[in-house]
T-cell receptor, first 114, second 115 residues
Framework: GDSVTQMEGPVTLSEEAFLTINCTYT??????LFWYVQYPGEGLQLLLK?????DKGSNKGFEATYRKETTSFHLEKGSVQVSDSAVYFC?????????????FGAGTRLAVHP | EPEVTQTPSHQVTQMGQEVILRCVPI?????FYWYRQILGQKVEFLVS????????KSEIFDDQFSVERPDGSNFTLKIRSTKLEDSAMYFC?????????????FGDGTRLSIL
């Protein structure tokens, strides 16, 4: 079945450092891909998405490119801030499932210190 | 910006008791979902709901679980006889439609603790 694999955390960075969080997926069809973020004490917020190969999703300085050849959707940010500290979830939704559900990775905790 | 709201934020219940978790989806959304996250584990799909019917459910969503949209605004998840392993964070989500460009919007979750 469909699945999402994320790099394990926690990821600890200094402010203004470059961020990469790896995400790879397995899907029978051509899924839509998402990054959700969960700030402390809050719910899941959609950060960005991409619906087809080579699409780049971007928001708040974060970017991720849908790479069909490597089945990846890595999250990047050029210069992180303390306020980016959160848990980041990669997820997919597949046409074969009627886009009825999201399948999540395990989440990667990011801690940014001044 | 419209939000999905969930109540209560934290529910503590004795094992074997019934519990109802409540959600108010975004008002123009037609598709509704429940997910759960056991501490330290992945967010898992439980059920999707459209047009007053369950569209899909996971193997987790057994006969102890039920969902309802009782009044056109609330969307509830009921666990009939809670077990210790039901302790988790439960997230409600909603979407306008279903398709590659229809993201789901989540509430802040209800933390359910079974004693």
């Amino acid at each position: 079945g469909d699945s999402v694999t994320q790099m394990e955390g926690p990821v600890t960075l200094s402010e203004e450092a470059f961020l990469t969080i790896n995400c790879t997926y397995t899907a029978t069809g051509y899924p839509s891909l998402f990054w959700y973020v969960q700030y402390p004490g809050e719910g899941l917020q959609l950060l960005l998405k991409a619906t087809k190969a080579d699409d780049k999703g971007s928001n708040k300085g974060f970017e991720a490119t849908y790479r069909k050849e490597t089945t990846s959707f890595h999250l990047e940010k050029g210069s992180v801030q303390v306020s980016d500290s959160a848990v980041y979830f990669c997820a997919l939704s597949d046409k074969s499932g009627g886009y009825n559900k999201l399948i999540f990775g395990a989440g990667t905790r990011l801690a940014v210190h001044p | 910006e419209p939000e999905v709201t969930q109540t209560p934020s934290h529910q503590v219940t004795q094992m074997g008791q019934e519990v109802i978790l409540r959600c108010v989806p975004i008002s123009n959304h037609l598709y509704f979902y429940w997910y759960r996250q056991i501490l330290g584990q992945k967010v898992e799909f439980l059920v999707s709901f459209y047009n007053n019917e369950i569209s899909e459910k996971s193997e987790i969503f057994d006969d102890q679980f039920s969902v309802e949209r009782p009044d056109g605004s609330n969307f509830t998840l009921k666990i009939r006889s809670t077990k210790l392993e039901d302790s988790a964070m439960y997230f409600c989500a909603s979407s306008v439609g279903q398709g590659p460009n229809q993201p789901q919007h989540f509430g802040d979750g209800t933390r359910l603790s079974i004693l």
